[in-house]
């Protein structure tokens, strides 16, 4: 970390521009994803293809504040939640239109995270994480109480979400761009945040609060603000979710996905966004081949995780500069 | 209605004298050390297996609680020698996602030693049965030993903490670190110490638990949440603080799920009583947290925040 802000006000231009052009690359990747599995004939890959997509999202919204906030949001996964539910409650009321969707999930997300987020940003350090984290768990709680909708064994959706009154949702490749589309966008407004005087302020709150105070800056209002935009963000990727299985529980919500959430964005090095997106691909791969493998992929896992923190504290980004700087 | 009171009441304090056995060694290890430790919850778990294992090696729930110990020291001393000794110096973050893993390790491995299905643990002949407590009222013998147990460990660790050498130690390690170590004081086995003490407190919780649950692989999990909720009320780094935030998070989860939807029902008519009831009672402790936080953000007896 402090060697990052070092090197920062120097290269801080190519920087931006590298991340915009990491991510442009995997989005070209991601574009041409469909046509690939065409051709290998395996439908299915579309709807795995979905899903990484999905958490891309989730992970591109924590890292907005848990790499350029430093807050360590432990509860990011009942946002997830709150979009699926979204979709499951108000289909069931008739209202199947997306956008619709996506707007209740964002509404109950910023109010949760507006509520939470305040109680929680009075404190910091081990006792925002563990408050977070005590959150998530309650949410997760409350939709398994939630007992109209399945409870704890979930809800299954009738059908995917409409479209401006039409259907094409329910095609697997349609989804796959939809959700495409809702990521390049996220990304372009995450990318405008962080460039942003706002974007500066939470860098420099997450530098060192009490001088941006000394310089007349309300460190919990900037805060609170970015907590709020991520959990809404978060939750777009859980509409986007419900509509891949097309299904609901509580466990897109449990605090083994937070967990994993904030694996994605430290796998991908955090605070570069592009990172994120591309610690989410690794993340949800690893698991896809460490699964196919041994039924036990969760101790290798988990292995993975303890060595990579003891020997490459940066994830994926710092190894590779690492192997970068080693050659040159 | 009293009966059912004090039945539920007792049952609060069987789960807090549980709970503080955990959150004793969780909470110095956070104020100490100052290491976010997820792994604290699996712990609890191990002890339940070892004890398991042990008994029914030996036919004896004794035997294999005192088997349980020594087994329990290795465990700690192991962790903390291989993993938690170069979290020390890192963030917060690096610390959750190490113990994350170690999470998912110990999940898996015990699936791997154990198998999935739970395991269970005879309840010991000399504690089995009830016994009465007022008028028709009975209670099992051994939840009374548990909360016996479990107020003889918090005497045990009041008296070693406020009146040994170590203890002091302690304590001045949860105050100010960096002023003990600069006293000339191994500051690398003190965390040793106080590492292995806590996860022998938490694998003796599960041990104890052992015979009234379902041993299985969640079992670490549940507890874990509540445990830092006890933490985070009682204040990081006292004791004083885990074992009242204990007590007070327990009985109110207990007492809420049973009294909560009769309360309610006298506001409103029974079905939505019923329905609120079931959906607010385990949120219960997670808004007594926030209104505490929200008056005392450091918690109840933190302090720093």
């Known amino acids: ?328 | 209605m009293t009966n059912l009171f004090v039945l539920q009441l007792l049952n609060g304090v069987q789960l807090g004298v549980l709970l503080f056995l955990i959150a004793a060694g969780l909470t110095l290890v956070f104020g100490i050390m100052d290491v976010v430790n997820l792994a604290h919850g699996v712990l609890y778990m191990v002890g339940a297996y070892f004890v398991a294992t042990f008994a029914s090696l030996t036919g004896s729930f004794w035997w294999g609680l005192l088997l349980m110990l020594p087994a329990a020291v290795a465990v700690g001393l192991i962790l903390e020698l291989v993993v938690i000794r170069r979290l020390y110096t890192r963030s917060h973050l690096d610390q959750v996602l190490a113990t994350f893993g170690l999470v998912m390790i110990a999940n898996e491995t015990v699936k791997i030693v154990w198998g999935v299905s739970p395991l269970s643990v005879p309840t010991p002949e000399i504690l089995s049965g009830s016994v009465p407590l007022m008028g028709p009222l009975q209670y099992p013998v051994y939840r009374i030993a548990i909360i016996v147990a479990g107020l003889a460990v918090a005497g045990a660790l009041y008296l070693v903490i406020n009146h040994t050498r170590i203890g002091m130690l302690l304590r001045a390690g949860a105050t100010n670190r960096a002023m003990v170590s600069a006293l000339g004081v191994d500051i690398g086995k003190l965390f040793a110490i106080v590492f292995t003490l806590g996860a022998v407190l938490a694998c003796l919780a599960g041990a104890l638990v052992a015979p009234i649950l379902s041993v299985d692989t969640g079992m670490g999990e549940s507890v874990l949440i509540l445990t830092f909720v006890v933490v985070v009320i009682g204040g990081i780094g006292s004791i004083k603080g885990a074992f009242l935030g204990a007590l007070l998070v327990a009985i109110v989860d207990t007492l809420g799920g049973v009294f909560g939807p009769i309360l309610l029902r006298s506001v409103l008519d029974p079905s939505a009583a019923g329905q609120a009831g079931r959906m607010l009672a385990p949120m219960l402790v997670y808004i007594l947290m926030a209104a505490i936080l929200c008056a005392k953000p450091a918690g109840l007896f933190g302090g720093r925040g």
């Not at chain 1, 709150?205 to 009490?210: F, L």
């Open chain 1, 1 to 328: 970390m402090t060697d990052m802000t070092a090197s920062a006000p120097a290269g801080r231009a190519p920087a931006l521009a590298g991340r915009v052009k990491a991510a442009a690359i995997l989005f070209v990747l991601f574009a041409l994803f469909p046509p690939v599995v065409m051709l290998a004939d395996d439908p299915f890959l579309v709807l795995i293809g979905t899903r990484i997509l999905a958490y891309a999202i989730a992970a591109l919204a924590l890292d907005l504040i848990l790499g350029y906030g430093a807050m360590v949001s432990f509860g990011h996964a009942a946002y997830l939640g709150f979009g699926t539910y979204a979709v499951a409650i108000l289909s069931s009321y008739g209202i199947n239109d997306i956008v619709l969707q996506m707007l209740g999930a964002v509404v109950i997300s910023a109010v949760f995270a507006l509520v939470t987020g305040a109680i929680s940003l009075r404190t910091r350090g081990v006792y925002f994480i563990m408050i977070t984290l005590a959150f998530g768990q309650m949410a997760f709680f409350f939709f398994i109480s939630l007992s109209a909708y399945g409870g704890d064994d979930g809800y299954g959706l009738s059908q995917r979400s409409t479209l401006f009154g039409t259907q094409v949702l329910e095609n697997d490749f349609v989804l796959f761009y939809a959700t495409l589309a809702v990521l390049i966008g996220l990304f372009a407004i995450c990318h405008r945040i962080v460039g942003s005087r706002f974007g500066r302020v939470l860098t420099g709150i997450r530098e060192n609060p009490t001088r941006m105070e000394a310089i007349g800056y309300a460190p919990f209002r900037y805060q609170l603000t970015a907590f709020v935009i991520s959990g809404c963000m978060t939750s777009l990727a859980g509409v986007l979710l419900a509509n891949q299985a097309e299904f609901v529980s509580p466990a897109f919500m449990s605090w083994h996905r937070s967990g994993e959430l904030i694996v994605m964005v430290v796998l991908g090095g955090i605070g570069t966004l592009a990172g994120a997106i591309g610690g989410a691909v690794a993340a949800l791969l690893l698991e896809e081949v460490l699964g196919m493998m041994t039924e036990h992929w969760r101790l290798w896992f988990g292995l993975f995780l303890v060595l990579m923190v003891l020997f490459s504290p940066r994830g994926i980004t710092g190894l590779v500069e690492k192997i970068g700087k080693g050659r040159s």
